[in-house]
């Protein structure tokens, strides 16, 4: 293990309430697989959102503090698809084959960043809880961000769902669509792609899942719910959606027990049409099962 992405609700037990394990054993643990922490735009605003309701900023600057002194990395992951989708379309109508793209960069405040340089890149020395304090500061919704938009997700997952059963909606054929989407805000990226080879390029991406693989992610584990008529989308569902599209940029995720399941499914059924794809053994429901799974692998390797 190299790269640990860990969900919110892990990064906020550990760090504010030491459990399943202190922040110190923590780093020991990540010393000890020469592993660092990614955090992204994400986890970070969700673990820090009490303050939109609180104001108590004062009590997470010195949580902040001791999770930027984990070894940690930065991963740029909201605009995971965008960046995959770029490489696509330059390579669809070049005739060649996508390139891995690289979603890392060196300071936690350019995850929020589009790709290309910044004022803040001025401020040297930045640190992650001055960089919260100004995004607090200047725009909150931001951060209150995913609770927000709950009520606006389970009425569209409600209306979906009435598609599906309808036979209106289905993964790939929607997947089309889902790309039109994204190209809508291609021009702030630097790139777009002619109407008339949309379809045909969202058909040569969904051919492979090995192309744009974040955004096929994201794309599957949602419609992989959609089959789920029992399954109540919460607020949370947003980042753990974004979570799905850093799984091909980690050796290992955690995400709650429920989106563990859908993931785990898409995976698995990804990882059969697709050769060499792995992404099923890097999914663990919480940090608690990650450790004894570590755990347990360790204890076999010394008996083995």
Known sequence: MSRLLLDASDIIDVVEHSRPVTVDALESFLQSQKGTLVLTLTNVLEFVRPIVDDGDFLRFRPLLQRLERLPVTYLRNAHIPMQELKGAVEAFLSGTECKPIKPYVRRWEQ??????????DRLVGLRIDEAVYMIWKTNPDAIRGPAKAGPRLRALVA???????????????????SVRRYLQRSALYG????????????????????????????????????????DTPKDSDLCDHSQASCLPYVEVVSVDKRIAHHLTQVCRRLEKITPGLEYSNRIHAGLAKLLQSWSVTRAEEQHG
């Open 111 to 120: 995850t929020a960043q589009l790709p290309g340089t910044s004022v803040c």
């Open 159 to 177: 209306a979906d769902r009435r598609l599906v059963r309808a036979n209106q909606v289905r993964s790939a054929r929607n997947f089309a669509n």
């Open 191 to 230: 790139f777009e792609c002619p109407e008339d080879r949309i379809q045909g390029l969202a058909e040569w991406i969904y051919s492979d899942a090995g192309r744009c693989p974040g955004l096929r992610l994201h794309h599957d584990l949602y419609h992989q719910m959609l089959t789920d008529v029992r």
